[in-house]
C-alpha cells in the first residue's frame, strides 16, 4: 500500500477536497517530520510550516497551530484559556484525539471534535505547509484558508 492510500492520508485528502477541490496532498521523497526537515525538503522558510502541537488541560484538548520558527507558549494559552494546568499531550492522546501519530498531525481531519487556536504569527507567509496524516505528507495552504477550514481562532501564543 502507497503512503498515499494510507487511512489518515486518505482522511485528510477527504477533507481538504470537501473545502477545495484545488487543494492536493504531496509526498515528499524525504520526511516532515519536523519543521526543519519540511522546510528542507520543501525549499522554504521554517516559519511556514505549521506545527501542530495538542495541548492538554484537565478536562480538554487543544490543538495550536504554530509556525516552524516559533515555540508554543503555555503561559499565553493559559492566560487565553484561563486555566493553570496545561501540558502537552502524550503521543497516545495525539493519535486518540486527532487519528494521527506525532510527525504527520494534520489541522483538519481529527477523528475527535478539537478546539483549534491558530498563531497570529502564520499571517507573515503567502503560503503555508502542514501536515497530512504522515510524516512525508504534506499540504499547500494559505492563512485565509486556513482559518476557514479549521474554523480556528487566530491568537498570539508563541514566543
Same mark, same amino acid.
Given at each position: 500500500?502507497?503512503?498515499?492510500?494510507?487511512?489518515?492520508?486518505?482522511?485528510?485528502?477527504?477533507?481538504?477536497?470537501?473545502?477545495?477541490?484545488?487543494?492536493?496532498?504531496?509526498?515528499?521523497?524525504?520526511?516532515?517530520?519536523?519543521?526543519?526537515?519540511?522546510?528542507?525538503?520543501?525549499?522554504?522558510?521554517?516559519?511556514?510550516?505549521?506545527?501542530?502541537?495538542?495541548?492538554?488541560?484537565?478536562?480538554?484538548?487543544?490543538?495550536?497551530?504554530?509556525? =516552524?520558527?516559533? !515555540?508554543?507558549?503555555?503561559?499565553? /494559552?493559559?492566560?487565553? *484559556?484561563?486555566?493553570?494546568?496545561?501540558?502537552? %499531550?502524550? #503521543?497516545?492522546?495525539?493519535?486518540?484525539?486527532?487519528?494521527?501519530?506525532?510527525?504527520?498531525?494534520?489541522?483538519? =481531519?481529527?477523528? !475527535?471534535?478539537?478546539?483549534?487556536? /491558530?498563531?497570529?504569527? *502564520?499571517?507573515?507567509?503567502?503560503?503555508?505547509? %502542514?501536515? #497530512?496524516?504522515?510524516?512525508?505528507?504534506?499540504?499547500?495552504?494559505?492563512?485565509?484558508?486556513?482559518?476557514?477550514?479549521?474554523?480556528?481562532?487566530?491568537?498570539?501564543?508563541?514566543?
Amino acid at each position: 500500500m502507497s503512503i498515499l492510500e494510507k487511512e489518515p492520508v486518505k482522511r485528510v485528502e477527504k477533507y481538504l477536497k470537501e473545502y477545495d477541490s484545488n487543494l492536493n496532498i504531496t509526498l515528499l521523497n524525504s520526511s516532515a517530520r519536523t519543521a526543519l526537515e519540511a522546510a528542507a525538503s520543501l525549499n522554504c522558510e521554517v516559519g511556514a510550516i505549521i506545527k501542530s502541537l495538542l495541548f492538554k488541560s484537565e478536562n480538554t484538548f487543544i490543538l495550536c497551530l504554530i509556525a =516552524g520558527d516559533k !515555540k508554543g507558549s503555555l503561559n499565553k /494559552i493559559k492566560k487565553i *484559556l484561563n486555566i493553570k494546568d496545561l501540558s502537552m %499531550a502524550s #503521543a497516545d492522546e495525539v493519535k486518540e484525539i486527532t487519528g494521527y501519530t506525532i510527525g504527520g498531525v494534520s489541522p483538519v =481531519g481529527h477523528l !475527535k471534535e478539537i478546539e483549534i487556536y /491558530i498563531d497570529n504569527s *502564520l499571517e507573515r507567509f503567502e503560503n503555508l505547509y %502542514a501536515a #497530512a496524516g504522515h510524516p512525508n505528507c504534506v499540504f499547500k495552504i494559505n492563512y485565509l484558508n486556513l482559518q476557514k477550514i479549521t474554523q480556528g481562532l487566530i491568537k498570539e501564543i508563541s514566543e
